[in-house]
């Protein structure tokens, strides 16, 4: 089945410090592809996304292209402030069902 | 206004007792979702409805019974709770397959 996979945390960077967390994808078919944050005791938030090969999705200073050939979908930023700290995850959703799979998280500390 | 809200924030409980979650959505998706976050931070879809009608049980116990009054509500009723159901239990909505997932603010659920 479909799946997704992202770097094991935590990752600790100090503040405007460059971030990657890869994360790749197994599919069937030609999913959507996301990231969301999720901010200490509070719910999920979608950061980007992309809906098909080569498009890059960017917010708030992330960026995240959809690499087909690699399967991939890594998160980037060049500059990194505390206010970043959070658990990111890579997800993505399929035509053939009704669901989001998201990979396992990676959390994120910035210290100043 | 709140997009995807659920109640209550926190639910401490004993075990055996039957408790649950309401969850209500104010975007006008079709697709409703119910996920588990565990300890670790990992996301598990639970159940997924469209338009009321229930697509998606990803083998949960029947100890959980999802309810979906109406497009706008999907509600979380669990009877006869163990401590392994401690957790934080995501509603979230969606447009339909191929698109991301609007979650509320969570439902922390200690069963002690």
């Known amino acids: 089945g479909d799946s997704v996979t992202q770097m094991e945390g935590p990752v600790t960077l100090s503040e405007e410090a460059f971030l990657t967390i890869n994360c790749t994808y197994t599919?069937?078919?030609?999913?959507?592809l996301f990231w969301y944050v999720q901010y200490p005791g509070e719910g999920l938030q979608l950061l980007l996304k992309?809906?098909?090969?080569?498009d890059k999705g960017s917010n708030k200073g992330f960026e995240a292209t959809y690499r087909k050939e690699t399967t991939s979908f890594h998160l980037e930023k060049g500059s990194v402030q505390v206010s970043d700290s959070a658990v990111y995850f890579c997800?993505?959703?399929?035509?053939?069902?009704?669901?989001?799979?998201f990979g396992p998280g990676t959390s994120l500390s910035v210290i100043p | 206004d709140t997009a995807v809200s659920q109640t209550p924030k926190y639910l401490v409980t004993q075990m055996g007792n039957d408790k649950s979650i309401k969850c209500e959505q104010n975007?006008?998706?079709?697709?409703m979702y119910w996920y588990k976050q565990d300890s670790k931070k990992f996301l598990k879809i639970m159940f997924s409805?469209?338009?009321?009608?229930?697509?998606i049980n990803e083998t949960v116990p029947n100890r959980f019974s999802p309810k979906s009054p109406d497009k706008a509500h999907l509600n979380l009723h669990i009877n006869s709770l163990e401590l392994g159901d401690s957790a934080v239990y995501f509603c979230?909505?969606?447009?339909?397959?191929?698109?991301?997932?609007?979650f509320g603010q969570g439902t922390r659920l200690t069963v002690v």
């Open positions: 979230a909505s969606s447009r339909g397959v191929n698109t991301e997932a609007f």
């Open positions: 599919a069937t078919g030609y999913p959507s």
């Open positions: 992309a809906t098909k090969a080569d």
């Open positions: 997800a993505l959703s399929e035509t053939s069902y009704d669901k989001v799979i």
């Open positions: 975007l006008g998706h079709d697709t």
């Open positions: 409805y469209n338009n009321k009608e229930l697509i």
